[in-house]
């Protein structure tokens, strides 16, 4: 099976930096995913790391270390409007051959004026 | 517009009763998905499917069934026989090799059994 963590909640300023862990344990791993959902909304893709190092995407990076079991997702200049939750998602090897990606609890990030 | 539509996006059933959600994906994806999502928690698998007429169970298949009959179509029944069906309900697809793409969302439903 496979093991995911990340913070339930975090808070920070509008304007700031913020960086939201995620740790993992699997075998097979074959990629790792940062989504955002706001309340009773689908999750939406944010960003795709397979190899180690860091992945820019405008004001949201994304980082990965294999060897480590460790990502974060980094938002620069935070808004309002990026107030949601942050799903992590680890892409393994399952039985039977198929490659499905495992969701973490999320980590809810509140942005406060 | 492509895309993934789920209906309805609230749904209220009785106790006892059976409930079958929509899904339906004009995106030409091989893969599609279900997940659960209950309050703080994150997307437990369902079932999926990659490929017609193929669906393999997920972590949380017990009281759950689907079919896979046309690439564009994923339904999902959920039975009187899951104990806790209240939830939200996440569909999704995925393209590439074996369904290796990113996966696309459907905007979900509320399902809410009285």
């Known amino acids: 099976g496979q093991n995911i963590d990340q913070p339930t909640e975090m808070t920070a300023t509008e304007g700031a930096i913020v960086q939201i862990n995620c740790t993992y344990q699997?075998?097979?791993?074959?990629?790792l995913f940062w989504y955002q959902q706001h309340a009773g909304e689908a999750p939406t893709f944010l960003s795709y790391?397979?190899?180690?190092g860091l992945e820019e995407k405008g004001r949201f990076s994304s980082f990965l270390s294999r060897s480590k079991g460790y990502s974060y997702l980094l938002l620069k200049e935070l808004q309002m409007k990026d107030s949601a939750s942050y799903l992590c998602?680890?892409?393994?090897?399952?039985?039977?051959?198929?490659?499905?990606?495992?969701f973490g609890r999320g980590t809810s990030l509140i942005v406060h004026p | 517009d492509g895309g993934i539509t789920q209906s309805p996006k609230y749904l209220f059933r009785k106790e006892g009763q059976n409930v079958t959600l929509s899904c339906e994906q004009n995106l030409n994806h091989d893969a599609m998905y279900w997940y659960r999502q209950d309050p703080g928690q994150g997307l437990r698998l369902i079932y999926y499917s990659q490929i017609v007429n193929d669906f393999q169970k997920g972590d949380i298949a017990e009281g759950y069934s689907v079919s896979r009959e046309k690439k564009e179509s994923f339904p999902l029944t959920v039975t009187s026989a899951q104990k806790n069906p209240t939830a939200f309900y996440l569909c999704?697809?995925?393209?590439?090799?074996?369904?290796?793409?990113?996966?696309?969302f459907g905007p979900g439903t509320r399902l809410t059994v009285l």
């Open positions: 699997t075998s097979g791993f074959n990629g």
């Open positions: 790391n397979v190899l180690d």
């Open positions: 998602a680890v892409r393994a090897h399952r039985t039977g051959g198929s490659y499905i990606p495992t």
């Open positions: 999704a697809s995925s393209g590439g090799l074996a369904g290796t793409d990113t996966q696309y």
